[in-house]
């Protein structure tokens, strides 16, 4: 149970109409479940970033936060494509 406040969260997955969502709190992430019908139409998909305020253990309001998506998107494509790049063997000119 997260208790009152304000915090950032993740879809991780939709399954069933059901959104599971990653919390960052202090303690680390917890996950929250939600119906999909809750979430913003903008942010119905995993990875969408979202700002939730928990109040009486349930979740209050929602709001989508789409540059803060974005960005995230963009720095995973980077290290992804960071990662994927061979490195250089012996005798290979860089």
């Known amino acids: 149970m997260l208790p009152d406040g304000t ?3 993740v879809i991780d997955r939709i399954e ?5 969502l990653e919390v960052d709190t202090e303690d680390g992430l917890s996950a929250l479940e939600t119906e999909v019908a809750e ?3 903008e942010a119905q998909a995993a ?10 253990s349930g979740l209050a309001d929602v709001t989508h936060e789409p540059d803060e998506t974005a960005d ?3 720095e995973a ?3 992804f494509d960071r990662l ?5 063997r012996d005798g290979d000119d860089t």
């Open 47 to 56: 990875d969408a970033v979202l700002e939730v305020t928990i109040e009486d």
């Open 39 to 41: 979430l913003p139409a």
């Open 72 to 74: 995230r998107a963009s």
């Open 84 to 88: 994927s790049k061979r490195p250089p």
């Open 7 to 9: 915090y950032t969260a």
């Open 77 to 79: 494509q980077r290290r």
């Open 16 to 20: 069933d109409g059901i959104a599971t």
